[in-house]
């Protein structure tokens, strides 16, 4: 899942392995025009868990909380 938070655009795609699902965040500084989005911040994973829906929300609770302790 894809969204924007802030400055920031947020990927809070879970890895599927073998019917585990681990969550995981890459947080971007949002591109201006004509300029590429910036990387800034992979978390790693975050832990496993039974869907993907519950990966998606604890990356995307992670991806949160970095960016709202994160300078601008």
Same mark, same amino acid.
């Given at each position: 899942?894809q969204f ?11 890895? *599927? ?5 681990? %969550?995981?965040?890459?947080?971007? +500084?949002? !591109?201006?025009?004509?300029? &590429? ?10 832990? *496993? ?5 519950? %990966?998606?929300?604890?990356?995307? +609770?992670? !991806?949160?909380?970095?960016? &709202?302790?994160?300078?601008?």
């Open positions: 899942m924007d938070y802030r400055e920031f655009h947020i990927d809070a795609s879970p890895l *599927d392995e073998g019917g585990r699902y681990y %969550a995981r965040a890459k947080i971007y +500084r949002r !591109a201006s025009a004509g300029i &590429d989005a910036i990387e800034v911040k992979y978390s790693g994973d975050l832990g *496993d868990y039974p869907s993907d829906a519950d %990966a998606i929300d604890a990356a995307q +609770r992670w !991806a949160i909380q970095w960016c &709202d302790n994160t300078p601008a």
